[in-house]
């Protein structure tokens, strides 16, 4: 049939091209490990300083209390639990913890904790007994002294820079689209390129980078740190839904200072090449069946491409066609490149009922394909509905005015 249509960080952002933040003055990271029973204990504290008294002296703010958790066996039921602890003297503290295997894992956040140094000693505000003490430039801490599971943590003070640090990514630009080459193997190149400023800490630089199954991901440079980065992604996936937005960010970690930078950036494949996995069909045709685009009204059909030979896609106009024989719900495609470079479809739309020609419509790209089966769809139906299997004087008999359509269904 011819084709017929008839239709949390201490971040502050300054704009929208960096990420600024001020560096507490001093912080700390302090973690230590101990082992009982087999157990293993490990503990991080994470504090800066937030005034009060010369150097290292004065109120340190708690930031982060970490717990990690190390059993000699397997545990057998998952640990996700989430709540609020009551230390007393108005200290609280947001404990998150999880599980998996033999690990517990638990992260507590507290804006009511600090710790409190004089002449070199530590200990939890508002309380008596001394924790710690710093010695030289090294903080030491146990949270529970009369714990004999506890660790006692160590760590060295770090002093940030006087100046806010500031983590601008240069490139790629925001919305970037990035298209596979037309080599085999096909190759997606992502460059990325950032500052920092002061420019002393642009090597520190760290990028998550986007994933994508079914490809093989390589760095030029080796790990994904520095201010210039080249990435690459080898093959093509076979899956459509790998291609679309991604997103890049580049973070700056100085002591417990942490500023990050993100864009957005778009993969996408060569829509005419035939370097897909199957490299039997043009892309759009291996990706697009993917789509809902191939599910007319929601329906499983038979998609199959007819190039530019099959029937009556040897004529250039003709997007598709149903043909009774052809196999069960199977629709062709024709080549939707000799439609033009957007795959520009122009079609009349009907109605039933006066004025029968309302106007037309143009649709393109994968919106062109959609559209052609959707129409081939609704042949399909016709022909199973109203046709199979009956004579003509029962075709004709059910379509008394001869118009293709079945008196029973004219009305809507």
């Given at each position: 049939?011819?084709?017929?249509?008839?239709?949390?960080?201490?971040?502050?952002?300054?704009?929208?091209?960096?990420?600024?933040?001020?560096?507490?003055?001093?912080?700390?990271?302090?973690?230590?490990?101990?082992?009982?029973?087999?157990?293993?204990?490990?503990?991080?504290?994470?504090?800066?300083?937030?005034?009060?008294?010369?150097?290292?002296?004065?109120?340190?703010?708690?930031?982060?209390?970490?717990?990690?958790?190390?059993?000699?066996?397997?545990?057998?039921?998952?640990?996700?639990?989430?709540?609020?602890?009551?230390?007393?003297?108005?200290?609280?503290?947001?404990?998150?913890?999880?599980?998996?295997?033999?690990?517990?894992?638990?992260?507590?956040?507290?804006?009511?904790?600090?710790?409190?140094?004089?002449?070199?000693?530590?200990?939890?505000?508002?309380?008596?007994?001394?924790?710690?003490?710093v010695t030289g430039s090294t903080m030491t801490w146990k949270f529970h002294l009369e714990s004999p599971t506890e660790p006692v943590l160590s760590?060295?003070?770090?002093?940030?820079?006087?100046?806010?640090?500031?983590?601008?990514?240069?490139?790629?630009?925001?919305?970037?689209?990035?298209?596979?080459?037309?080599?085999?193997?096909?190759?997606?190149?992502?460059?990325?390129?950032?500052?920092?400023?002061?420019?002393?800490?642009?090597?520190?630089?760290?990028?998550?980078?986007?994933?994508?199954?079914?490809?093989?991901?390589?760095?030029?440079?080796?790990?994904?740190?520095?201010?210039?980065?080249?990435?690459?992604?080898?093959?093509?996936?076979?899956?459509?839904?790998?291609?679309?937005?991604?997103?890049?960010?580049?973070?700056?970690?100085?002591?417990?200072?942490?500023?990050?930078?993100?864009?957005?950036?778009?993969?996408?494949?060569?829509?005419?090449?035939?370097?897909?996995?199957?490299?039997?069909?043009?892309?759009?045709?291996?990706?697009?069946?993917?789509?809902?685009?191939?599910?007319?009204?929601?329906?499983?059909?038979?998609?199959?491409?007819?190039?530019?030979?099959?029937?009556?896609?040897?004529?250039?106009?003709?997007?598709?066609?149903?043909?009774?024989?052809?196999?069960?719900?199977?629709?062709?495609?024709?080549?939707?490149?000799?439609?033009?470079?957007?795959?520009?479809?122009?079609?009349?739309?009907?109605?039933?009922?006066?004025?029968?020609?309302?106007?037309?419509e143009t649709s393109r790209n994968i919106d062109t394909f959609a559209k052609a089966v959707i129409h081939e769809f609704v042949h399909w139906q016709?022909?199973?509905?109203?046709?199979?299997?009956?004579?003509?004087?029962?075709?004709?008999?059910?379509?008394?005015?001869?118009?293709?359509?079945?008196?029973?269904?004219?009305?809507?």
């Open positions: 049939m011819k084709y017929f249509m008839i239709f949390v960080a201490l971040l502050i952002p300054v704009s929208a091209f960096g990420a600024r933040t001020q560096c507490p003055r001093y912080s700390v990271a302090m973690e230590g490990t101990t082992v009982n029973m087999g157990v293993s204990y490990k503990e991080r504290l994470e504090a800066h300083k937030v005034g009060g008294g010369a150097g290292y002296n004065g109120r340190w703010k708690v930031d982060l209390f970490e717990q990690i958790i190390t059993y000699p066996w397997d545990l057998k039921f998952p640990i996700v639990t989430s709540n609020v602890s009551d230390l007393g003297k108005g200290i609280t503290m947001h404990s998150t913890c999880t599980s998996a295997g033999n690990v517990v894992h638990c992260r507590s956040v507290s804006d009511t904790m600090f710790l409190e140094v004089i002449n070199n000693k530590v200990r939890m505000e508002r309380t008596v007994p001394w924790h710690g003490q760590g060295v003070i770090a002093e940030g820079p006087r100046d806010p640090i500031e983590l601008t990514i240069i490139f790629p630009a925001d919305r970037t689209r990035i298209v596979y080459s037309s080599q085999q193997p096909p190759t997606l190149e992502l460059k990325l390129q950032a500052k920092t400023k002061p420019e002393q800490y642009a090597d520190s630089i760290e990028w998550t980078l986007p994933e994508m199954e079914g490809t093989t991901r390589t760095i030029v440079q080796g790990a994904p740190r520095g201010s210039v980065l080249d990435v690459t992604y080898e093959k093509m996936p076979e899956d459509n839904s790998q291609f679309g937005k991604k997103r890049v960010t580049a973070t700056l970690k100085v002591g417990t200072c942490t500023a990050t930078e993100s864009r957005e950036v778009q993969f996408f494949f060569p829509r005419d090449l035939k370097n897909n996995p199957g490299g039997q069909y043009p892309n759009w045709f291996y990706y697009w069946k993917q789509t809902p685009a191939a599910r007319p009204r929601g329906q499983m059909v038979n998609i199959e491409y007819g190039g530019t030979t099959y029937g009556e896609c040897v004529h250039p106009t003709v997007p598709a066609q149903y043909t009774p024989g052809a196999g069960h719900a199977t629709i062709h495609v024709c080549s939707l490149v000799r439609l033009g470079d957007q795959f520009q479809n122009r079609f009349p739309v009907l109605s039933l009922q006066p004025p029968y020609h309302l106007g037309w016709c022909y199973h509905n109203f046709r199979y299997g009956k004579s003509l004087p029962a075709i004709q008999a059910a379509d008394t005015d001869a118009d293709g359509l079945p008196d029973t269904v004219e009305p809507q």
